[in-house]
């Protein structure tokens, strides 16, 4: 049975940071590619952050340079470290895993960033 557990969201003010985690069980963790995405009651889901098996990362344009990824296969945990918070950060944020064309995604966690 496959879980992803996030953690690590909260309540920040506009410039504070916060780290997400991404705890997997039920896969074998190092040969998935993983993400994180995050959605808005305003807008669906979309693509922030991912990393390959093999460590290449990927950012969306707005949080390049302000977020990074990484993930540790010996815990089968992902994390994300979230710098230079704002406003439009504000959203559920989503752990994504991927393998041989299945997907399998977390609860959410909420991030909330005031101004």
């Known amino acids: 049975q496959v879980q992803l557990v996030e953690s690590g969201g909260g309540l920040v003010q506009a410039g504070g940071s916060l780290r997400l985690s991404c705890a997997a069980s039920?896969?074998?963790?190092?040969?998935?590619?993983m993400g994180w995405y995050r959605q808005t009651p305003e807008k669906w889901r979309e693509f922030v952050t991912g990393?390959?098996?093999?460590?290449?990362?990927m950012y969306a344009n707005s949080v390049k340079g302000r977020f990074t990824i990484s993930r540790d296969n010996a815990k089968n945990t992902m994390y994300l470290q979230m710098n230079s918070l704002k406003p439009e950060d504000t959203a559920v944020y989503y752990c994504?895993?991927?393998?041989?064309?299945?997907?399998?995604w977390g609860q959410g966690t909420q991030v909330t960033v005031s101004s």
């Open positions: 994504q895993y991927g393998n041989s064309g299945r997907d399998y």
């Open positions: 039920g896969v074998i963790f190092s040969i998935g590619a």
């Open positions: 990393i390959t098996s093999g460590g290449s990362t």
